[in-house]
């Protein structure tokens, strides 16, 4: 009987799609793919170190699954943690959780098999924390996708930006971008295996700087990012969403590819970190709040309407009352269709992580809180100036709260629920919405 093996997920698209790679290569190794950790006999932890609390997670999670199989009388699992936890901590995994057998770095995805065979003929730890070889394939078979309508299609990985507040660089390392042809075909395969949306995700996509331009070249654009748009846009696959951007490569020939072909879908995501120019420089963000404004307007005076999203930090070392004022001001100044906001988390190894001022919680908190009613209100307009509009939503599931509904995401990336009537996951439909919650729109088909 083939090994079990049971891959969970933690943090980012990025590592969404690794777990997807992984589990393509360990089927591919004779390997079956299992959903829950108690049937397995290896179980990966695809980890995340972005902020504490994620990392904790991971720790209890190990616990966990060696009590379980001590209380079933089981053989304890292989336990292998992959991820960014992997990467930063390396072989210190092995004495603070002596149940893992196995450490993967971030770029050893594709050498899981021969790492567990390692294990299982006796190893008593095994880690693997180099490179990528050049010579490794980004398949990922369509079993192993999370979504049978919506691919993941990382395009660059890793992260030159060191901002001071960021574990990313080091768990990660630098940014490498995938070959265009490799990208394009890839979103081609995907489209004739009746994908609807595909996701290009990196860091920063924006950075995307292929080794050539090959495949790139029928393409105009100020970039390799909007020439790469441009070029996945031909595809004809029905919508095409990119996240993130990062701010200082945000070229606004981004926002002309996006007026140029509708299936490149209407939204930015766009973190902006601070509103405050003293605070954006002590996390060596590489734009001030001036710069930053000034691609939002590109964004705002497109002529589509283009959803913006952002990402926050509150209570970084050092905020001032009056920053988090100024942070608040672009927040209103923005219209921020959602935002992601966190609280500051000290990541030992960063820049950030040396600097004294650290805020007291309760500071955090109610920064926090005052920034969330303030977006809630923001927010509760624009949800609201979509009453009487149509968009269209690709059909992903029924709805949690009603089995007469349908929930799926608008091209604006919005939740849209909607009375189902004969609709199926996978449809692609027009909604009118008749009114706005909090987080999600609601409608009817358009008839
Ligand atoms: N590449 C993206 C961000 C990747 S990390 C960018 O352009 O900014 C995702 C988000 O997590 C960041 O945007 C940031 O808001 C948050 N984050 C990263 N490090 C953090 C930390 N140490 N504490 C709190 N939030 C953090
Ligand atoms: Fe992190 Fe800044 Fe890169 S937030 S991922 S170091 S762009």
């Known amino acids: 009987m083939n090994s079990k093996v049971y891959i969970e997920t933690f943090g980012c698209q990025m590592n969404v799609a690794d777990t997807e790679r992984a589990a393509t290569g360990l089927r591919q190794a004779g390997y079956e793919m299992t959903s829950t950790a108690e049937a397995a006999d290896i179980v990966l932890l695809n980890t995340c170190s972005v902020r504490e609390r994620a990392e904790r997670k991971v720790f209890r999670r190990i616990g966990e699954i060696r009590n379980h199989a001590k209380r079933a009388a089981r053989k304890k699992p292989v336990i292998g943690v992959m991820g960014c936890v992997a990467q930063l901590e390396g072989s210190a995994i092995f004495a603070s959780a002596p149940a893992v057998d196995l450490v993967i770095g971030t770029r050893a995805t594709d050498r899981i098999p021969s790492l567990i065979e390692r294990v299982r003929e006796g190893e008593a730890t095994v880690i693997d924390l180099e490179d990528r070889q050049e010579s490794e394939v980004w398949d990922v078979s369509p079993a192993e996708r999370r979504s049978p309508y919506v691919a993941f299609v990382p395009i660059i990985e890793g992260c030159n930006k060191f901002c001071s507040f960021c574990i990313v660089p080091y768990s990660r390392g630098r940014e490498k971008s995938r070959s265009a042809r490799e990208i394009v075909a890839e979103v081609h395969g995907l489209r004739s295996l009746g994908y609807k949306e595909a996701q290009l995700i990196g860091q920063n996509v924006n950075s995307y700087r292929p080794q050539s331009q090959e495949g790139l070249e029928p393409y105009s654009g100020a970039t390799s990012f909007s020439r790469l748009l441009r070029a996945v846009a031909d595809t004809g696959m029905q919508r095409i969403k990119f996240t993130t951007s990062f701010p200082r490569d945000f070229h606004p020939d981004i926002v002309s590819a996006l007026e140029e072909y509708p299936n490149l879908c209407d939204w930015v ?179």
């Open 269 to 447: 995501h766009l973190p902006v970190q601070s509103g405050s120019d003293r605070i954006l420089k002590a996390m060596r963000r590489g734009h001030n709040s001036e710069d930053y404004l000034r691609r939002v307007e590109s964004i705002k005076n497109s002529r589509r309407r283009l959803s913006l999203t952002s990402d926050i930090i509150v209570g970084f070392p050092g905020e001032t009352e009056e920053d988090f004022e100024k942070t608040m001001q672009l927040v209103r100044n923005c219209e921020y269709d959602a935002l992601y906001i966190f609280k500051y988390s000290k990541r030992a190894g960063t820049p950030a992580a040396m600097m004294d001022d650290a805020l007291p919680e309760a500071d955090k908190t109610r920064r926090f809180m005052a920034l969330e009613e303030l977006q809630s209100s923001v927010q509760d307009r624009i949800y609201n100036s979509y009453v009487g509009k149509t968009v269209s939503v690709l059909v992903e599931r029924q709805s949690a709260r009603s089995t007469e509904d349908m929930t799926g995401h608008s091209t604006c990336h919005k939740v849209v629920n909607f009375r189902a009537n004969e609709t199926r996951p996978g449809e692609i439909v027009d909604v009118v919405i008749s009114h706005a919650k909090p987080n999600s729109l609601y409608g009817t088909l358009m008839s």
